[in-house]
């Protein structure tokens, strides 16, 4: 039986998720507490910083009790996070994967399929753990996440457009996108925080828009107060491009997948969060890439 939630420790909390996720939680009433890996403010102006010691069950500052632990840091850790979950007493957690557990899976790069098996592994060992240790655990896949320009992707073409004013598409590519703002899953943990159908269930979570990949390149452009010039490229040659780029290090995260993946439909059904904690994400307007919901 969970407790009602009142302070709330929040892994990650310098993340692009978290810079949303404390002011929401301090909004609505709940004591929030950010565990990080050094003792520096996050962003989101979260004060002190709690570290933790493997294997003490301490933290420093210290950190007695939470009733709840949300999880931003990467989810293969989840192991690490639970131990925290743990020292703390806590009794309600929410951890966040990646949709692309599924869209990655046929993916030709080796770290493509290695980021699919962690995924999954991690997926099962919090379920696991969790349920050994009297937690009522949920879920989050988001999809594509934006909104504090700390992505690799919706940032990333921002950036692109910025220095060259134009951007390059795959001939064809016309995959449906559902770009998601990191507010968006920040009150999505707020709403599900006390929620108890979500208890024990994964939830994959799109944006409020869904769009082909061009239109959303040319929102962007936009957004970049520019006309949108794309620049339509045979597949094979995108693929040598990317190659080429992936020589420079502020490339390397680019690979040949991510191209094909713009063929492709990575959109998700989240119904059932609407039906049980009232998901509502906004449409993808990046000009007001860092505004909450109205």
């Known amino acids: 039986m969970t407790r009602p939630v009142r302070r709330v420790a929040v892994v990650g909390a310098s993340s692009q998720i978290g810079r949303f996720l404390l002011p929401r939680l301090r909004q609505a009433g709940f004591e929030a507490a950010a565990i990080g890996r050094g003792a520096r403010e996050?962003?989101?102006?979260?004060?002190?910083?709690?570290?933790?010691?493997?294997?003490?069950?301490?933290?420093?500052?210290?950190?007695?009790?939470?009733?709840?632990?949300?999880?931003?840091?990467?989810?293969?850790?989840?192991?690490?996070?639970?131990?925290?979950?743990?020292?703390?007493?806590?009794?309600r957690m929410i951890a966040f994967g990646s949709s692309g557990r599924f869209s990655k899976q046929d993916a030709e790069a080796e770290i493509e399929r290695d980021f699919v098996a962690q995924q999954i592994a991690a997926e099962e060992a919090y379920r696991r753990l969790a349920?050994?240790?009297g937690i009522a655990w949920t879920l989050f896949r988001p999809t594509m996440v934006y909104g504090a320009g700390l992505d690799l992707n919706v940032a990333f073409i921002r950036r692109f457009i910025r220095q060259f004013h134009c951007f390059p598409v795959p001939i064809g590519a016309h995959g449906l996108r559902q770009p998601v703002h990191a507010d968006d899953l920040a009150a999505a943990c707020v709403a599900a925080l006390d929620c108890r159908p979500s208890f024990g269930r994964a939830y994959n979570l799109g944006g409020g828009e869904t769009l082909d990949y061009p239109a959303m390149v040319r929102r962007l452009f936009r957004a970049e107060g520019r006309t949108p010039i794309l620049l339509p490229v045979p597949l094979r040659f995108y693929r040598a491009a990317i190659r080429t780029a992936r020589r420079w290090p502020r490339f390397a995260f680019v690979t040949?997948?991510?191209?094909?993946?713009?063929?492709?439909?990575?959109?998700?059904?989240?119904?059932?969060?609407?039906?049980?904690?009232?998901?509502?994400?906004?449409?993808?307007h990046p000009t007001g890439i860092a505004s909450k919901a109205t």
């Open 256 to 284: 040949e997948d991510m191209a094909a993946r713009a063929f492709r439909d990575l959109i998700v059904d989240h119904a059932d969060a609407v039906r049980d904690f009232g998901y509502a994400p906004r449409g993808f």
């Open 42 to 91: 996050p962003d989101a102006g979260a004060g002190a910083v709690h570290v933790y010691e493997p294997g003490s069950g301490r933290f420093v500052p210290p950190l007695a009790s939470a009733d709840a632990l949300v999880n931003l840091a990467p989810l293969p850790i989840i192991d690490q996070v639970v131990e925290m979950a743990r020292s703390l007493g806590v009794s």
């Open 131 to 133: 349920e050994g240790s």
